[in-house]
């Protein structure tokens, strides 16, 4: 059974910081490229980082470099987005994803708020 399963959520006040975990299982995760998504509120779903399966390669979109970093450790079959100088904007819920070829797997989404 596959699964996706999503830690590190919650409230945080603007200019802080947290790490998000995604652990996968069911699959051969070393070999899949993992992303992680968001989607605010009446808002489109977004790209926020990837990271190769093999090289390791990694891109973000604009509103987030400088200030997130996203890192898989194989071992562990876990990928992690370490999000820094969070802001109101970065309020939304994010989404952990598996792909390779035409297979493709979500984890469950965790909401992160940013607020004072």
């Known amino acids: 059974q596959v699964q996706l399963v999503e830690s590190g959520g919650g409230l945080v006040q603007p200019g802080g910081s947290l790490r998000r975990s995604c652990a996968a299982s069911?699959?051969?995760?070393?070999?899949?490229?993992m992303i992680w998504y968001r989607q605010a509120p009446g808002k489109e779903r977004e790209l926020v980082a990837g990271i190769g399966s093999v090289s390791g390669v990694t891109n973000y979109a604009d509103s987030v470099k400088g200030r997130f970093t996203i890192s898989r450790d194989n071992a562990k079959n876990t990928v992690y987005l370490q999000m820094n100088s969070l802001k109101p904007d970065d309020t939304a819920v994010y989404y952990c994803?598996?792909?390779?070829?035409?297979?493709?797997?979500w984890g469950q989404g965790t909401q992160v708020t940013v607020s004072s």
């Open positions: 994803y598996a792909r390779r070829g035409g297979k493709d797997y």
């Open positions: 069911g699959f051969t995760f070393s070999m899949y490229a």
